[in-house]
């Protein structure tokens, strides 16, 4: 009998509506550990280079981890990869919330979706069962009452949906996965590439709990999260959640504003996360956010979730689309110089009924937005809509266009990217992505590892990669345990620091894996060190990994999400950042002046290859670290991969 | 000494008293940043800038007027 897992992976094949549950043997779960390297195992077996997107060839992975479902924090995440409509290259992205935890308990690990169903329907699991149902009256609906009236139709409130919003229904390229009607798989597009194929939702319940190896080490693992909460600041980021780094990012020059021209914005406290807990969330009125304010994923201690409600007026909001994080705050707010809290809350509640990234689409607007101030786009354009930047009302307005994919926001849905290669004017110029995904709200201007990453991670710029650059000085003990030993000095992009680049992207992509979260598990400020997350991984399987054993399976992850990009014929060509960082310095506050130096970034990614063992020339996985991996099976399974690796 | 101190995110908690987190604060001379983290009772890990210098270390003295800010060191979100 598995510990932790439930030994059954579900193959659906949508244009057949055929179903086929595989039982993979114990070694296979130790190889890959769930979330994104499980994922990526199908993904590149069953896709072939060149696969469109949207197209039925296209497989849709749906992975939760060897430890998804056991009681302790930061467990109920779930991980879709497959190719993303958004960049061309492979796409990733990561969610918690209910659903993970209730996929476990519907009796799958995960849900391998190819195919395309000529008509609409949902997948329905339920105590180890699998079923396609009809969703054509689902069809058109916001997630939330999608979620109401699969909740009426199957008698249990207590079923979990994830699901697409009309976005992903209208392929907007950067549509999200939703579930609970506020948690997102947002990141490149995989919204898009189930709707694609006619998936409305999958929804799930059910009662096989999974079996814990050791019981009286798990219980004191619990034990130990619950007791160091104050320890770690784990209670005040409960309580203030991610919105709270928005005025210390601000203070440090590190919070993007103004599409990314500046580091610091004059307005940062009216978007600040201690006065969204003070003044906006739900129950303030009466000081009682804690009760009504904040929400958790399944059996999470640290409930860092945010819910607001706003009654009345244009930004009228319901508490069930949740609360912006941090990411959303900065994306609609200080890139678009937008300092309404209110329509903020707005625009991040439509990302959730329609379905859609927030930073994608935050970011994209922003970028139209210098565009206009560059002179390069026009009402003509815009249908009349004045993308000013500081223009709350065309923010909000232009968000919910895109979802419909109506006027300019028809445009705007395919991506700044690629919007720019349609409008020309030179609009290129004014980009924040890295393979065609927009960058998320930290700066590599200021967080210079971290911009490495950005540049080389497979699925384009993301913060949740890697540990970040301060974090090698504030942590010694934790860096140490992962054999991180010489912390640099700040804005440092020495051969040190692609070294901690390297590690700590290998452990979060071990963490992406077992499909954990990255604000409970990790090697710096989380609440559990990767100490403890081998602790965790160990009292619940049974297994004896070691932290060596966890970093390459993260590497492993990693070197295949690459070899997918290497088979596209993707390689080092792709590996930048956004122009502006190098020839733009940035404007104002601690980081005034700030611009990357070329050739400095050149050397430092240089270093980053050699150290990943991959080619310096082309950026391309070697063929000896892909064995090295166990995954020279890749290599001979894709001829146009064996034809650029050696 | 006086000292003006920001405590940022989260950490307002440690001044409930204070405008979101800012006050004037007398200290002893010769105190230093561990002195007045230990003042405030904080106990997890942080960052403290003085005078807009980042990185300080916790042995390091501050001085009549500085301006202190004190992060937490999350950085993801």
């Not at chain 1, 619950?226 to 210390?248: C, H, I, Q, R």
């Not at chain 1, 625009?347 to 009924?353: K, Y």
């Not at chain 1, 393979?435 to 913060?463: C, T, W």
Request: proline share 4%.
């Amino acid at each position: 009998m598995p510990k932790g897992y439930t030994g059954k992976i579900l193959h659906v094949n949508l244009t057949q509506g055929e179903l086929i549950i595989e039982e993979p043997e114990e070694q296979f779960y130790r190889t890959y550990m769930g979330g994104s390297a499980l994922g990526m195992h199908y993904v590149l077996k069953e896709t072939s280079a060149g696969v469109d997107a949207l197209s039925p060839e296209n497989v849709l992975a749906l992975c939760t981890g060897v430890v998804t479902g056991t009681p302790i924090s930061g467990q109920s995440r779930l991980t879709a990869v497959a190719k993303s409509p958004l960049t061309g290259c492979i796409g990733d992205s990561q969610g918690g919330g209910f659903f993970p935890a209730q996929m476990k308990f519907s009796g799958f690990d995960a849900v391998i979706i190819k195919g395309k169903s000529p008509k609409p329907v949902f997948l329905w699991l339920h105590n180890g069962e699998a079923e396609l149902r009809d969703a054509a009256h689902l069809w058109g609906l916001t997630t939330g009452d999608a979620e109401d009236k699969l909740k009426e139709e199957l008698d249990d409130k207590r079923i979990e949906v994830l699901q697409i919003g009309p976005a992903g229904e209208n392929l907007v390229n950067y549509a999200a996965l939703i579930s609970m009607s506020n948690r997102a798989n947002g990141r490149t597009g995989m919204g898009a590439v189930m709707g694609s194929k006619n998936l409305k939702a999958v929804v799930v319940r059910g009662k096989q709990k999974p079996e814990i190896a050791d019981p009286d080490t798990f219980k004191e693992l619990q034990k130990w999260g619950t007791a160091n909460l104050e320890a770690t600041g784990m209670d005040g980021f409960g309580k203030y959640g991610t919105p709270s780094v928005t005025t210390p990012q601000d203070k440090v020059g590190g919070l993007p504003t103004y599409n990314f021209n500046s580091g610091t914005f004059d307005q940062a406290a009216e978007i600040d996360g201690v006065k969204l807990y003070k003044e906006r969330l739900r129950g303030h009125e009466r000081d009682e956010q804690n009760r009504f304010g904040r929400d958790t994923c399944f059996s999470c201690t640290v409930k860092c979730k945010r819910v607001t409600q706003i009654d009345e007026g244009p930004y009228k909001t319901e508490a069930k689309y949740g609360g912006p994080e941090y990411e959303t705050i900065a994306t609609f707010g200080s890139y678009c110089g937008v300092s309404e809290m209110d329509a903020i809350i707005r625009a991040n509640a439509l990302c959730n009924m329609y379905g859609m990234d927030t930073i994608t689409c935050g970011a994209t607007i922003a970028w139209a937005m210098e565009c206009w101030a560059e002179g390069k786009l026009s009402a003509e354009d815009t249908g009349g809509i004045e993308l000013v930047y500081g223009n709350a009302e065309a923010m909000v307005q232009m968000t919910e266009m895109i979802a419909k994919c109506e006027g300019f926001g028809k445009i705007l849905a395919k991506g700044s990217r690629k919007a720019a290669e349609i409008i020309g004017r030179g609009t290129e110029e004014y980009l924040i992505t890295c393979k065609g995904q927009e960058a998320p709200a930290h700066m590599p201007q200021v967080k210079r590892s971290l911009g490495i990453v950005y540049a080389v991670n497979p699925f384009g710029a993301d913060h949740e990669s890697s540990e970040h650059d301060g974090s090698y000085k504030a942590f010694p003990e934790r860096m140490e345990y992962i054999g991180l030993t010489k912390p640099q000095e700040k804005l440092a992009l020495n051969k040190e620091m692609m070294r901690f680049a390297m590690v700590t992207q290998h452990l979060f992509s071990a963490i992406d894996s077992l499909s954990v979260c990255s604000f409970i598990y990790g090697p710096a400020w989380q609440l559990y060190g990767a100490d403890k997350l081998v602790e965790v991984v160990n009292a619940v399987t049974g297994w004896d990994v070691d932290i060596e054993e966890l970093l390459e399976v993260g590497e492993r992850r990693l070197n295949m999400l690459r070899a997918f990009n290497s088979r596209e014929g993707i390689g080092r060509e792709s590996d930048t950042l956004p122009k502006k960082m190098f020839k733009r310095p940035l404007e104002g506050g601690r980081s005034d002046g700030y611009a990357l130096d070329e050739e400095e970034w050149e050397r430092a990614l240089e270093d980053y290859y050699r150290l990943c063992e991959w080619d310096v020339e082309t950026g391309h996985p070697s063929l000896k670290k892909m064995e090295s991996l166990g995954l020279g099976w890749v290599v001979a399974e894709n001829e146009a991969l064996s034809q650029v690796v050696s | 000494m006086q000292i003006n101190l920001e405590l940022m995110g989260p950490l307002v908690d440690y001044l409930p008293d204070s405008e979101c987190g800012q006050t004037k604060m007398s200290l002893n001379d010769e105190s230093t940043i561990a002195d007045l983290l230990s003042l405030l009772k904080i106990k997890q890990r942080v960052a403290v800038a003085v005078n807009g210098e980042q990185e300080k270390e916790m042995k390091d003295l501050l001085k009549d007027g500085d301006n202190v800010m004190v992060f937490t060191n999350v950085s993801g979100g």
